[in-house]
């Protein structure tokens, strides 16, 4: 096809808005390809007018996302895919270094194991390791939870400045249970004691008969950028055996910290 003829909307499923994002990633598919593609290559692979490419590729320079090679003219992948790559890279390593520890912790506990990390306000779990208890806990991966009912909500908030846990929280907290904290100067006042104890205990708040313990998994920066827990259904993990699980789950946090380049001094 020409690139100087018009392309019907009509020969594309989607449109608008949608058509666009469709092509921009269609077009970061094609750099990724090819290491380096001019306007008309791209043009000619969307199966669209120059000018369209243009239109695109110029959304994409300004966020970073390709940059223009100034001696050949053509387009590369820009810094910006480098830094979104490197956030998943980073959930990944989480994933990887903590997942044989959480299956011991699993068979040590009785419970299930859970790690989360922080994202768009909520606790986003991202790996489970199962019990071999014959109840066992919810699955969660992939769920955002909210942070103010949670064990590891409360973990990942004391990693937070007091500004920046206002600026994430909501106005106003949920209740899910009688047992939900739902303010935000008591809440606050529990996640200090989160920062200075190194771990989170947490009873009936988001489902009644649901109990979790926490625990902070820090970068080599001693930052904490994710979260270890072990839960389950309280007539079984009893605050007794949650309160005992708590310093298995600190010393697995620390280990899990240590294999991501934490160092306690």
């Not at 790690?115 to 919810?138: E, I």
């Not at 600190?250 to 899990?256: G, Y």
């Amino acid at each position: 096809m020409s690139n100087s003829e018009p392309v019907s909307e009509a020969a594309h499923p989607a449109s608008g808005a949608v058509q666009s994002v469709d092509r921009a990633v269609t077009i970061l598919e094609i750099i990724a390809r090819t290491g380096q593609a001019g306007i008309t290559e791209i043009a000619g692979e969307l199966e669209v007018h120059k000018s369209t490419a243009s239109r695109i590729i110029s959304t994409l320079e300004a966020r970073g996302l390709v940059e223009q090679d100034q001696h050949r003219g053509k387009y590369r992948l820009g810094l910006s895919i480098l830094r979104l790559a490197g956030a998943t890279t980073a959930r990944l390593d989480i994933v990887q270094e903590a997942r044989p520890i959480a299956k011991m912790l699993a068979e040590e506990t009785g419970e299930t194991i859970n790690v989360a990390v922080l994202s768009d306000g909520a606790a986003l779990y991202l790996d489970q390791a199962a019990s071999t208890a014959s109840v066992q806990s919810h699955n969660w991966v992939g769920q955002r939870i909210p942070l103010h009912a949670t064990s590891n909500g409360k973990v990942l908030l004391s990693g937070l400045s007091e500004d920046s846990i206002r600026s994430t929280l909501a106005a106003k907290l949920p209740r899910f249970t009688p047992h939900t904290v739902t303010s935000i100067p008591q809440l606050l006042t529990q996640v200090a004691e989160v920062a200075a104890t190194g771990s989170s205990l947490v009873i009936d708040e988001l489902e009644v008969g649901l109990t979790a313990v926490s625990a902070p998994v820090r970068n080599a920066h001693g930052d904490v950028i994710a979260s270890i827990s072990a839960s389950g259904p309280s007539f079984r993990f009893t605050e007794v055996k949650a309160r005992s699980a708590r310093d298995l789950l600190m010393s697995a946090a620390a280990d899990i910290s240590a294999r991501l380049g934490w160092r306690e001094h």
